[in-house]
């Protein structure tokens, strides 16, 4: 069974500029949630989707954004690209309807920004 | 809000020495707690988790107790391995939610 698949693995922007993460869950599962770990913040919570819905958001600017498609595939988006954004973003998906805290996580997309 | 306090690494070990990595939340609600572990260059993986006060979660021969008069989730292992070396990751999440706070995690060095 394949797990949690992000693309791209490793990217560089500059200042300004957005980019677009792309997440594929483990088939079977409909809950996604994207996490962001740096070194100075470790794991911060960015946001949940479950069929489609966002369920839950953490307190990232309006910069960050994501949506989930029909086939559970999750994106996020960063605009307007800020030195401190560079990290490594975190993909986790679960089976559960009713969120439980076990998730799988992919190795992550990490991004440079310049 | 809701947050979890862990012990600052690294910790270094010998293999076969006995591990204790410190875990604390604070929590207004009855949070589930987990331990998540990442070795070098793979992702980060469940090792155990708990959901209510007095459960223990074990996995691999990692052992922690959900204590709620102390608000501890304290990791054990008997007899570490040089395998065992990664970084771990206390965690908490409220009911009915994949929204995961965690510690800002514990590097582990065993050494043969």
């Known amino acids: 069974k394949a797990g949690v698949t992000q693309t791209p693995r490793y990217l560089i922007k500059t200042r300004g500029q957005q980019v677009t993460l792309s997440c594929s869950p483990i088939?079977?599962?409909?809950?996604v949630s994207w996490y962001q770990q740096t070194p100075g913040q470790g794991l911060q919570f960015l946001f949940e989707?479950?069929?489609?819905?966002?369920?839950n958001k953490g307190n990232f600017p309006g910069r960050f954004s994501g949506r989930q498609f029909s086939n559970s595939r999750s994106e996020m988006n960063v605009s307007t690209l800020e030195l401190g954004d560079s990290a490594l973003y975190l993909c986790?998906?679960?089976?559960?309807?009713?969120?439980?805290?076990?998730?799988?996580f992919g190795e992550g997309s990490r991004l440079t920004v310049l | 809000g809701d947050s979890v306090t862990q012990m600052e690494g690294p910790v270094t070990l010998s293999e076969e020495a006995f591990l204790t990595i410190n875990c604390t939340y604070t929590?207004?609600?009855?949070?589930?707690l987990f331990w998540y572990v990442q070795y070098p260059g793979e992702g980060l993986q469940l090792l155990l988790k708990?959901?209510?006060?007095?459960d223990k979660g074990s996995n691999k021969g990692f052992e922690a107790t959900y204590r709620k008069e102390t608000t501890s989730f304290h990791l054990e292992k008997g007899s570490v391995q040089v395998s065992d070396s990664a970084v771990y990751f206390c965690?908490?999440?409220?009911?009915?939610?994949?929204?995961?706070?965690f510690g800002t995690g514990t590097r582990l060095q065993v050494f043969p």
């Open positions: 965690a908490l999440s409220e009911y009915n939610t994949d929204k995961l706070i």
């Open positions: 929590a207004t609600g009855y949070p589930s």
């Open positions: 989707y479950f069929s489609e819905t966002q369920r």
């Open positions: 986790a998906s679960s089976v559960d309807r009713e969120g439980t805290g076990e998730l799988f």
């Open positions: 088939s079977g599962h409909r809950s």
């Open positions: 708990a959901t209510k006060a007095d």
